[in-house]
C-alpha cells in the first residue's frame, strides 16, 4: 500500500538516548521497560521493547535509539507506553534496533 508524502510527513520520528531499562516480567512476551530521553523539546518517555533476544539491559544503557513519538499512548499490562521504538524484525522475532551511526542530539527529528 502506498501512502502520500504528507501521511509519511505527519510520522514524528526522534532520536533517543536510553537512560533506564527495567525488567518486564508482566509483558505476555519477554520485554523490557525503556525510560527515553529524547531532549527539551519532547522529554522523557517511557516504551517497552520486545527486545530481551538479542540485548542485554546493560547493552540497552545510554544508547540512541530511533523513535515514533506522536502515537497515541499505549496500555501494555500494567504499564503505559508513550513512544514506538523502530527497529528490523526477523524471521525469529529477533528486533535490530535502529540508530544514528554517530551520536547526535537527543530530540534530532528523523527526515
Do not use: H
Not at 535509539?65 to 526477523?90: D, H, R, T, W, Y
Request: contains cysteine; proline residues 4%.
Amino acid at each position: 500500500m502506498e501512502i502520500s508524502w504528507s501521511d509519511f510527513a505527519k510520522v514524528e520520528m526522534r532520536i533517543g538516548t536510553i537512560v533506564e531499562v527495567r525488567n518486564f516480567p508482566e509483558a505476555r512476551k519477554p520485554a523490557y521497560q525503556l525510560v527515553i530521553d529524547f531532549g527539551k523539546e519532547v522529554g522523557i518517555r517511557k516504551s517497552s521493547a520486545q527486545i530481551t533476544k538479542r540485548y542485554k539491559k546493560e547493552e540497552l544503557l545510554n544508547r540512541q535509539i530511533v523513535a515514533v513519538v506522536n502515537f497515541p499512548k499505549k496500555q501494555i499490562a500494567n504499564f503505559m507506553s508513550e513512544c514506538l521504538i523502530i527497529g528490523a524484525v526477523g524471521d525469529e522475532g529477533d528486533v535490530v534496533l535502529l540508530a544514528p551511526d554517530f551520536k547526535v542530539e537527543n530530540g534530532q527529528r528523523i527526515a
